[in-house]
């Protein structure tokens, strides 16, 4: 019984495994611009890249419902 409880608790968590920072960028970056989805305002599936930190792009999926930050080497 305690193994399902360990398990229970695994699986609660709140922990958004995307990075914060991209999703916000694919939720907002395109609002208000002929780019975003018209039902939503996300945007579209892609890179775009990031202007804080010009290494790295915003990738955006499934409809700008997801996003992460990733680098170049």
């Given at each position: 019984?305690k ?37 939503t ?33």
């Amino acid at each position: 019984m305690k193994i399902f409880a360990i398990f229970g608790i695994a699986l609660a968590t709140d922990e958004v495994p995307h990075d914060p920072e991209a999703l916000a960028f694919c939720h907002n970056a395109c609002q208000g611009t002929e780019s975003g989805l018209p039902e939503t305002g996300y945007c579209p599936d892609g890179f775009y890249p990031s202007f804080k930190d010009c290494d790295a792009y915003y990738l955006c999926w499934d409809a700008g419902n997801w996003g992460d930050k990733v680098r170049l080497l």
